[in-house]
């Protein structure tokens, strides 16, 4: 049985980003750049006014001294001829500074008279221009490969006119739960039947990343059902399934995939809750097969299938960081396996504070809702005391989320 690290890097080391395709600009928000892009022209494209003011030459310059005006630029327009010595030429933000002029006087520093303009303080060239080329230069990599493209990114290649950009691609991830106890949502729960709500939540979980999930129903208690569904899922890129793969007569997930010639790498894991997930790979695509059980689905989504998708989405960095965060009160468990314990985190005074969620039993959805982080408490150790600190895994969001 493989530790909970172990197993996580058996399954990154077994998939591998997807494809690249070239999307509209604002599509690609969220994804992941697959090639350089490079620059086509200079930026800033000319040199312009850094202020509202007076385009000048610095040697024409002196406090208390006067600049007659000979010309008006605003935002948009075309920069003028040259200037004559002593003159100054209006200007507003981003117009082209007129050949000759070496700074840029700002308004503020200035009286105004009829057709001339006082000078109140000091001009030093090159004052309060930005210069052709000083952002990025003609042939420079903008935006590497690798990089998310967030608004930074978005912006960057609109400057460049790049309308498309190449990324790669969305994994489309097939979502097939298992059981003959499941019931569609829409339908009324009764006796024995509960309603399939884990092809939910893990497909909210593929598309809170970027995936593209590919809800397949319901595989029934039996080999036919398992196997038609399993094999529409092995059209997509991954396939995850839910329940079925425990010891149980009716658990027959990993049978029916051995049947699909999907190769297992593992048969659970030392860790809880989740400990009967199993992985396998075939023709490059990965199969997870998750518990059943609504919590240990969802934590295992967030602890080995993510990371994976998201490599499988050209990203880089996708085992989430651990923060630190001290507990507040005291936290058991067995010794044995890796607890992943639902927290409650909050940030006071730039401290992160762990407090668990509420009952810990995986049969508790209730705790998984007040929680937004996961504790990830080591294998063997079983008290942890308050004011000790825990690695955490934040859920949903990023630090700047928790203060309310
Ligand atoms: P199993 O691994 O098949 O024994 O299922 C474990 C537990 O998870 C059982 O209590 C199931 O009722 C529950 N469960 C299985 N599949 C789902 C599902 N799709 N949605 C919600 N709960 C489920
Ligand atoms: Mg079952």
Known sequence: MPTFEVARS???SSVSPLGVERVELMAALGRVVAEDVTAPWDLPVYDNSAMDGFAVRAADCRVGGSLRITGYIPAGGAATPGIEPGCAVRIMTGAPIPPGCDAVVPVEET??????????????????????GEDVRSGDTVVSAGAILRPPEISMLASFGKATVPVHRRARVAVLSTGDELIELGE?????????????????????IGAEPVILGIARDNRESHREKMAEGLKADALITSAGVSAGDRDLVRDCLAELEVRQLFWKVDIKPGGPVAFGMKEGKPVFSL???????????????????????????VI??????????????????????????????GVHWATSAGDQNTGILGTMLRANGIAVLPKEKTVFSPGEEV??????????????
């Open 10 to 12: 058996m399954i990154l």
């Open 111 to 132: 009286e105004p008279t009829d057709d001339a303009v006082l000078l109140r303080e000091r001009v030093k060239h090159p004052q309060h221009i930005r210069f052709r």
């Open 188 to 208: 009324q729960p009764g006796s024995g039947k509960i309603i399939n709500s884990n092809a939910l939540s893990l497909a909210a979980a593929v598309r809170e």
């Open 291 to 317: 518990p059943g059980n609504p919590v240990s689905t969802m934590v295992t989504f967030e602890e080995l299938v993510r990371p994976a998708l998201l490599k499988m989405m050209g990203h880089r960095r």
């Open 320 to 349: 989430k960081p651990y923060v630190q965060a001290t507990l507040r009160g005291e936290v058991h468990k067995k010794p044995g396996r890796v607890h992943f314990v639902r927290v409650r985190i909050e940030v006071e005074n």
């Open 391 to 404: 690695a955490v895994h934040l859920l949903h969001g990023d630090v700047g989320m928790l203060e309310e």
